[in-house]
């Protein structure tokens, strides 16, 4: 039985498309970011932008009430935002359509091309659902992991997904 389920969580996740083929001329585009407040720490390397924070590069979007900016002499290393919820979305290719997480908290570890959603974490492709206590997208590999809370709370990872019509 517990292959079975795994095997079903497997092929589910096969079906979400991922985001290791986001659009390759995002990485060649500016950072736009606009918020209400900015503090720089040039020694650390961090930044702290506060109110209604928005980060743009191409479709990549992340806002958040209060973001932070790791920087180093090799660019942008880890993007940490925070909010009710903090959000990030990106297209993964031209002929799909934007994938849009929500959480509480993102961590968006640039070098790894990897972003941990946590606390109340959601996907949406499409109009297909994922949700989780914890989601872990890698884009470089294509993996996504999901994590449900522990036993006591009772939060499993839940999925929706629509069935395919014949015009998609």
């Given amino acids: 039985m517990c292959n079975k389920l795994r095997s079903l969580f497997l092929a589910t996740l096969l079906t979400l498309p991922a985001l290791a083929q986001a659009l390759p001329e995002d990485q060649q585009k500016p950072i736009h970011i606009s918020a ?3 503090s720089m720490n040039e020694r650390t ?24 900016l790791h920087r180093n002499d090799r660019g942008v290393q880890r993007i ?3 909010g009710k919820p903090a959000q990030f979305q990106q ?29 109340s ?17 890698n884009m470089e590999k294509a993996v996504v992991n999901a994590y449900g809370s522990d036993k006591d709370s009772g939060q499993r990872v839940q999925m929706v997904i629509q069935p395919k019509t014949e015009g998609n």
């Fill in 36 to 38: 209400d407040h900015a």
């Fill in 121 to 137: 974490a959601r996907v949406d492709q499409g109009r297909d659902t994922f949700t989780g206590e914890r989601i872990v997208y």
């Fill in 91 to 119: 297209q993964p290719s031209q002929d799909q359509p934007l994938t849009k997480a929500y959480g509480e908290r993102m961590d968006y570890r640039v070098n790894k091309q990897e972003v941990t959603i946590t606390n």
């Fill in 45 to 68: 390397g961090i930044t702290v932008y506060t109110g209604n924070v928005e980060i743009v590069q191409g479709t990549m979007v992340i806002r958040g009430a209060r973001v932070e």
């Fill in 80 to 82: 940490i935002s925070t």
